[in-house]
């Protein structure tokens, strides 16, 4: 069922393993990751970008399909339906199209319009038993142009933004979007424990969970990170098995070229990448 994330991700903390958040694209994206995890008994974020909810004509289509596919295929475990990077006006199209969870980027604007435009709409979603996360500074990468190092948050600012109320944080401590750089030094883990110091119990977020090293992710999670937002591995692993499944002539025999077929190889591997990280991230059995 659909529900906010604060409950998986609170006791995510507590029991130190994080929950995922895979982001959708369509129908098969969507199948793919509620199959595994209700498979792997793992509590579960779908992410949504306003690019990818544009692409699927408007949230109010996402919320319907992500609604009507738990219902369908029987879903028992907590399932959070979130806006990914969403703007002021993407923030109250979910709320209003039926999204479970929310994630307001005001990373962009001056620390003072980020506080009074995150405590607006943490007081709008709570009213409404929605969650929502914040971002402090830039996390790095394609997104924003940066390179190398990946951005760190300033301590001192995730604790104004956290005394907000939000449900959870998200921090940049060196991660970065998309594929990593040669030339990336890692994960910030002084800046985490400081972070951390300052905000308590509540749950961090790992943007750009692709390419960090499983130990650096590992570290992460028993410093309080308990959600972790994988995209590209995705898309990746999709784009490789559809690939071969077209160089090895597969679209050309019979009815290879059913679209049914010919995305059937790209969901699978999705799977596999899904439940991978759930092993890593420690969710499976926790829902």
């Known amino acids: ?35 595994t995890a209700q498979e792997n008994n793992s509590p579960v ?8 909810g544009k692409y699927m004509t408007g949230f109010k289509t996402v919320a319907a399909m992500v609604k009507a596919m738990i219902d369908e295929l029987n879903i028992t475990v907590p399932v959070a339906l979130h806006l990914d990077h969403g703007s002021y006006d993407g923030c109250y199209k979910c709320i209003e199209a039926g999204f479970s969870s929310v994630m307001f980027d005001g990373s962009h604007f001056p620390i003072a319009e ?15 038993g929605i969650s929502i996360e914040a971002e402090v500074g830039s996390i790095g990468g394609e997104e924003d142009g940066v390179v190398g190092a990946g951005e760190i948050a300033d301590p001192d600012e995730c604790k104004k933004i956290a005394d907000l109320g939000v449900d959870f944080l998200a921090a940049g401590i060196g991660n970065i979007h998309g594929k990593y750089p040669e030339n990336w030094k890692g994960l910030d883990f002084d800046a985490l424990a400081k972070t951390k110091a300052l905000i308590g119990n509540l749950p961090l977020v790992l943007h750009g969970g692709t390419g960090i090293p499983a130990d650096m992710i590992q570290k992460a999670i028993s410093l309080g990170v308990a959600k972790i937002n994988v995209n590209t591995e995705c898309q990746l692993y999709f784009q490789e098995a559809t690939r071969k499944y077209i160089e090895a002539g ?23 990448i899904v439940k991978e990280k759930m092993e890593l991230f420690g969710s499976i059995n926790k829902a």
């Open 1 to 35: 069922m659909l529900v906010s994330a604060t409950e998986m991700l609170k006791k995510a903390v507590a029991g130190k393993y994080a929950v995922g958040q895979f982001n959708i694209n369509n129908l098969e994206w969507t199948k793919a990751i509620l199959t």
């Open 45 to 52: 974020i779908l992410g949504v970008s306003e690019g990818a």
């Open 114 to 128: 980020n506080v009074a435009k995150t405590s607006e709409l943490v007081k709008v979603c709570h009213e409404k």
């Open 250 to 272: 597969k679209d050309l025999e019979g009815k290879g070229f059913d679209p049914r077929k010919l995305l059937a190889p790209g969901t699978e591997a999705i799977k596999v």
